[in-house]
């Protein structure tokens, strides 16, 4: 379990800062998830829970200002609903907002309990069933859209991310380890970054042990994560940036908060942070912002 927990926690808060990048500001309508856009991942680990496993799957904050807790499961057992209706209680209680729970229940599942009634309590969930999607098919389909350098859709990179839990010809396991060698073969680097962190993230609900090496070995999984960390600091001080840039003149500054999530160098970012804190108006700030781009190029 040693190469697990390194994956699994060590890294969690790298993976789950990149994962907001690549989840922000989409749906999941494909797959009957019927929410308002995600706004980002929130971190998953609730001290008050008295179970044994206290951290939920992904829990991800909505542009309605609500919450969306996913959980994964290759098996369907009515007491796992007692533990997810633990974690919402508890993520209630830290946030003061409403939760829809979607659980995804790989191949192999047909049907699960989604409500539970525990007397003045009744507890709702919605399932949903990748055993009714043909993954030999949809491995098939982007595997030709990626050798032939055409352009993902954000359909396609959720097929790609879901990918080891469709119905298949061959395991989970080895699934999640053709998904990665496919992502690797991406050309755009930063989308393949984005992706290969959340098909980390998710496959390590599932995947079997003895995998696991094999996983980290395709992935290069310490050159992936410095790729991830690198990219997750500079979507930190994009978020600084805006945030100032929001807090002094509010929706007359979304043009330029648009400017800001192009630039991607870090030194360039911490410089404009400060030298923005600096500047006197509007105007002066434009200037500031695009320079930087400038020096980007």
């Known amino acids: 379990m040693g190469e697990r927990t390194s994956i699994a926690y060590n890294n969690y808060d790298i993976i789950f800062r990149s994962m907001t990048d690549q989840f922000k500001e989409k749906a999941l309508d494909f797959y009957g998830i019927h929410t308002a856009p995600i706004v980002r991942v929130e971190a998953t680990e609730l001290p008050t829970i008295t179970v044994s496993d206290r951290r939920m799957d992904f829990l991800f904050l909505l542009a309605d200002d609500t919450y969306l807790h996913l959980e994964f499961q290759t098996t ?5 609903l007692d533990r997810f209706l633990q974690y919402d209680v508890s993520a209630y209680e830290k946030y003061k907002k409403p ?4 659980v995804i229940y790989g191949a192999g599942v047909e049907e699960a309990l989604e409500c539970k009634n525990y007397g003045s309590v009744k507890y709702e969930t919605k399932a949903v069933f990748m055993n009714n999607y043909d993954g030999d098919q949809m491995m098939q389909k982007l595997w ?22 469709m119905r298949s010809s061959v395991s989970r396991s080895e699934r999640a380890i053709e998904t990665v060698e496919l992502t690797k073969r991406i050309a ?23 995998y696991v090496e094999k996983l980290v070995e ?10 991830v960390e690198k990219r997750a600091r500079a979507s930190e001080s994009q978020r600084a940036i805006k945030d100032y840039l929001d807090a002094r003149y509010g929706l007359e500054s979304k043009d330029l908060q648009k400017k800001v999530e192009k630039l991607t160098d870090l030194d360039l970012l911490h410089h404009l942070l400060r030298d923005l ?10 200037q500031l912002i695009q320079q930087a781009l400038e020096k980007q190029k």
């Open 144 to 165: 030709t859209k990626v050798e032939n350098g055409e352009e993902l859709t954000e359909t396609d990179e959720l097929n790609l991310i879901f990918l080891p839990l």
């Open 218 to 227: 395709v992935l290069g999984m310490a050159k992936v994560l410095r790729e």
């Open 188 to 210: 755009d680097e930063e989308k393949q970054v984005r992706l290969l962190a959340t098909i980390i993230a998710i496959s390590d609900k599932f995947i079997d042990q003895q």
């Open 277 to 286: 804190y600096r500047a006197e108006n509007r105007e002066e700030m434009e």
């Open 99 to 102: 939760i829809q729970t979607v």
């Open 76 to 80: 369907f057992n009515e007491q796992d």
